[in-house]
Structure formats: structure tokens, C-alpha cells
């Protein structure tokens, strides 16, 4: 490959042609197993289930050292304004520094604010954790909402539903993000206001989905007869905003910061963590920051052919941009991880889901998958049908942990051992010769193997990486998320595109203005037609 990332993107889908048979690469290569896996954090990853041989392996690395990687690395670390739409820097690394002294971004002391945050959250959790923590009619809080969508959301939600056997908070946690009213009315319905708090977060504190949840919640407080002091003490915010947190009714002292280096989808790691720290406990919490630090080590020291998230973003690079893929599964044989291709899906897709590159201009190349997936094995019996027959072809990450908490050993076996035998029939496949033999073994006539066997098959040749956490604990999961961070970066860098803004996401927000104007009433604008029949059904049905 030769000329520019341009050109170089272009030319992978020739070199795509000439991928060789992944059976046959295993076969021919008793040590491609070795060759095709690293290691970092104590997590492994195994790579060799897919199309690539030494040629386009190093087709592939020669594009990483010519991209931008390096450089807007190093000027990330050093607070460039990489995010160059908002002009922001990025910086979601420093907060899970263990060592935030000396940190300074346009003349402010970043490390003292930092450390400042990590105290008042801990405090928070103690005092939580303690019951001393009363209410306005004098009880110790029993329960927690957080108000947040997007990144101030889908973060602590995961992380608290993957951590779930670390929990040691008296303290119960609801979360609230979808505008739809059914989810407060629902979390408040078995809740006492006298006995529960309240965290707004939104670093605009503008959010309409978040801002009218916390509104119904407050409305619920005063219909129970809590007073302004009373809503003032119930709730907390960790918003940029301080003056909209203190017209809502929050004191500046409740108010945990948000920085405009730190984007939503990055901001697990701030106070939009709290969530996680309230149910694992301070000490576990900061053990999902250094897992998450030790990553990022990785990604700043380690040589490409050896680093991590390098690796796993040249793969999804070869089958997006050489394979014309469309889609990556992301299967984590885990119950406790099954929201972590929700995740994921803000991370990249709201990423690199861009059609121009950091100077505006259009991309001529696909950017970004769309990514899906749940738990194994539950979509064992749902869409791996389509992932083993279907002429799509979908790469998939399997994740698994090790070890676990639980006393089910036999049962976790049977897990780990559908996990590699889904990798291995993704990658070997079965034969109509394989097929035909299995249904004459079974006792059939050679007619009725003949006219079952062509739906037995399986093409094989689909790519799959296998990563293995030694167990799913709060230091390795930070450092899983780290991993996928770092992945999504990488992309963005060899696309040449902005992975920290999110423009895509606005338009949506401000058509529905009017559109909820007309629907209330409070005016009357004018739309396309079916927009137009919608909104008359929706008022017919009102009444």
C-alpha cells in the first residue's frame, strides 16, 4: 500500500480479495493462535480468528504509523484542543490519574479540582453509606434517584449493573433517563420523598429529558409537602451550570463539577460516576479508575504491533473499510455486562459516526459500525442464526471473564465453553460435505441427507476476537472500558475525523420544538405532510 490514509483506505478493499481461508490459515500455522495475541492489564486478547495473514497484518500496521495516531495522542496529553469543533481539550484520561498534582489547562489548576471532586464524592458516599445522611422529616435516605440520559447515564448504569456482586451500599439506586413519563412514575411510585435523594446530571443543566424528569420528580416532592429548603437539601447536581442548578432550587454546595474537556460519553470517571461509587464503595471505585489508568499506560507505551487498542481499531478498520462491513456484534458472555453494548454503541457510534473529517470535508470512506449485541447465550437462541447462515458478514468481539463470584462452576464451564464454540463455528464453519455426513450418520437415506444437508451449512470464514478478563471486577472492568475508549480514539484518527463532538444528535432536538408547540397548543407551525397526519393522529387521540 502506498500514498495517503486516503488512498491506503481505498486500496484495503483489493487486499480484502485476497484473504485467505481462515481453516486453512490454521492449518498451515500451528503457532497462529501465538502470533495473533496480546496481552495488557492481565487481559488477553485473541485475534487469530480472522481474515488476516502477514501481509495484510502488516499492510495494516504500516497504516496505523502513518495516521495521526501518535500525534493527536501526544497532544491529547498535552490538552491541545483535539475536540477542534468546540474547540475543547480532552481529557477524560486525567481523571482516573492516580497522581492529578501539577495538572494545569489554560492557566487553571485541573489537578486540585480533580482531587477537590474525588473528596466531596467520597464524603457523599461515606456519609450515604454511614445513614447519616437525613432527610427533612429527620430519616437516613433509603434511596437514590440519578436524572441523566446519554453519556451521564449509560456509563454508571453499566458499570453498576457489571459490579453488581460488589455492592455494599443500605442505599437503593434508580435511575431515570428516558423522557417518557412511565419512568419516573414508575421509580417514585415506591418511593417516600422524605427518605430520598436526588442527583440531576447534566452539564447544561438544559437537557430536556433530564430537566423535565427532574422537574416531575421536584413536583412529586412538593406534593408530598417538602418545602424549598427541604428540595434544596433532597437534592444534588453535577453539572457545568451552576446558575441553572441554582434557579432549579440546588445549593452551590450539592453542585459536583463537570468540565467541557470531559465529554459525556467519557464522563464515567468524574462525578457522573457517583452511581458507581455509591453501590461498590469508594475503595472500589478508585480500583475502576487504576484499571482504567493502567490502560491508558498501555496505549501511551506500547508499540503498535503490540498494543491493545491499536490492534482491536485496524481490525474494525480491515473489515469496515476492506470488507465494506457494516456491523460489529459485541457478545459479552456475562450476565453482569449485558448492558455493555449499550455502552459501546453511544461510544462509537456518537464518535465516529461522521461523514466529514476535522477540516469539514467529506469522507469518501465508511466510518463507524453499527453496533449490537446482548449476553450470552441468550442471543445464542436469537440472531447468531443470522451471524453463522446469513451472507452478512458481522465480526464480533466474545468477552468473558475467567473467574466469577458465584458458586455455579459446572454452569460457568458450560458458559466459557459456548463462548469458544461459537468463535470456533464462526471461523471453521460446516461443509455440505461435513453436512451430508452428519445427516447419514444419524440414519437418513442418502436422499434425505441429500435435500437436508444444504440447510446444515454453515460458510465459516466469519472473524471473531475473543478477550478474556481474569474476572469481572472493578479494576478490569475499568480497564475493559479503557480498551474500547482507546479503540474508538484510534479509528478516529485513521478516518481523520472528530471523535469528541456530536452534532448529529441536535437537529432531532430542535425540530421537536415546534412540534411539541403544535401539540400542546401553544402554536401553530407548519410541517411535511406525514409529519403533519402524525401529529393529527396524536391529537385525535388525546380526547
Known amino acids: ?69 501518535s500525534t493527536l495522542r501526544q497532544q491529547m496529553l498535552q490538552g491541545a484542543a483535539i475536540n477542534n469543533t468546540e474547540q475543547r481539550a480532552v481529557w477524560h484520561t486525567r481523571l482516573r490519574q492516580q497522581d492529578v498534582s501539577g495538572l494545569v489547562l489554560d492557566g487553571e489548576d485541573i489537578g486540585q479540582q480533580i482531587s477537590d471532586c474525588r473528596a466531596r464524592m467520597a464524603a457523599l458516599v461515606d456519609t450515604l453509606h454511614q445513614q447519616q445522611y437525613l432527610g427533612y422529616q429527620g430519616s437516613a435516605i433509603t434511596d437514590l434517584i440519578w436524572v441523566g440520559i446519554g453519556g451521564s447515564l449509560l456509563g454508571p448504569q453499566m ?78 447536581a453535577t453539572s457545568s451550570n451552576i446558575a441553572a442548578a441554582a434557579e432549579f432550587g440546588i445549593e452551590q454546595k450539592n453542585i459536583l463539577p463537570m468540565w467541557d474537556w470531559v465529554g459525556g460519553r467519557y464522563s464515567l470517571w468524574s462525578a457522573i460516576g457517583l452511581p458507581v461509587a455509591l453501590m461498590i464503595g469508594n475503595q472500589n471505585f478508585q480500583q475502576l479508575l487504576a484499571g482504567a489508568e493502567a490502560m491508558d499506560q498501555h496505549f501511551f507505551n506500547a508499540p503498535f504491533a503490540e498494543n491493545m487498542p491499536v490492534i482491536m481499531a485496524l481490525l474494525g478498520i480491515w473489515y469496515i473499510n476492506g470488507h465494506h462491513c457494516q456491523a460489529q456484534a459485541l457478545l459479552p458472555y456475562s450476565h453482569y455486562l449485558r448492558l455493555l453494548p449499550s455502552y459501546v454503541q453511544q461510544l462509537d457510534m456518537e464518535s465516529n459516526g461522521k461523514s466529514v473529517d476535522r477540516d469539514g470535508h467529506a469522507l469518501p470512506y465508511a466510518s463507524a459500525p453499527v453496533i449490537w449485541g446482548d449476553a450470552g447465550t441468550n ?69 434425505q441427507a441429500k435435500a437436508l444437508a444444504p440447510h446444515k451449512v454453515s460458510p465459516g470464514n466469519k472473524p471473531s476476537n475473543t478477550l478474556l478478563l481474569p474476572e469481572l471486577s472493578p479494576y478490569y472492568l475499568g480497564a475493559l472500558i479503557a480498551l474500547y475508549e482507546h479503540k474508538v480514539f484510534c479509528q478516529g484518527a485513521i478516518w481523520q475525523l472528530n471523535s469528541f463532538d456530536q452534532w448529529g444528535v441536535e437537529l432531532g432536538k430542535q425540530l421537536s420544538g415546534p412540534i411539541y408547540q403544535t401539540l400542546t397548543g401553544n402554536d401553530s407551525h407548519t410541517f411535511d405532510s406525514s409529519t403533519t397526519a402524525l401529529i393529527k393522529t396524536f391529537l385525535a387521540a388525546q380526547h
Not at 45 to 60: H, V
Not at 386 to 404: G, N
Request: one cysteine or more; hydrophobic letters at 40%; aromatic letters at 6%.
Open 1 to 69: 500500500m502506498s500514498g495517503s490514509i486516503n488512498d491506503r483506505l481505498s486500496q484495503l478493499s483489493a487486499l480484502a480479495e485476497q484473504s485467505s481461508n481462515m481453516r486453512d490459515a490454521f492449518d498451515n500455522d500451528a503457532k497462529r493462535a501465538q502470533r495473533y495475541s496480546v496481552k495488557a492489564c492481565d487481559i488477553t486478547l485473541d485475534y487469530a480468528k480472522n481474515l488476516i495473514d502477514e501481509t495484510s497484518w502488516q499492510a495494516l500496521q504500516q497504516l496505523a504509523a502513518d495516521s495521526k495516531i
Open 159 to 236: 458499570a453498576v449493573e457489571a459490579l453488581t456482586p460488589y455492592h455494599c451500599s443500605p442505599v437503593k439506586l434508580h435511575f431515570a433517563g428516558n423522557i417518557d413519563g412511565a419512568v419516573v412514575s414508575d421509580i417514585v411510585s415506591g418511593l417516600n420523598p422524605a427518605t430520598t435523594l436526588v442527583v440531576v446530571a447534566s452539564k447544561s443543566f438544559g437537557t430536556e429529558e433530564t430537566k423535565q424528569n427532574a422537574l416531575a420528580i421536584r413536583q412529586w416532592f412538593t406534593d408530598h409537602g417538602a418545602d424549598k429548603s427541604a428540595i434544596a437539601h433532597h437534592f444534588w
Open 379 to 447: 442471543g445464542q437462541h436469537a440472531y447468531h442464526q443470522l451471524l453463522h447462515q446469513s451472507a452478512l458478514a458481522v465480526p464480533a468481539d466474545f468477552i468473558l471473564p475467567l473467574k466469577v463470584k458465584h458458586p455455579l462452576q459446572d454452569q460457568h464451564s458450560r458458559l466459557a465453553a459456548h463462548c469458544f464454540a461459537q468463535t470456533q463455528a464462526l471461523m471453521q464453519g460446516k461443509t455440505l460435505q461435513e453436512a451430508t455426513a452428519e445427516c447419514l450418520a444419524s440414519g437418513m437415506s442418502e436422499q
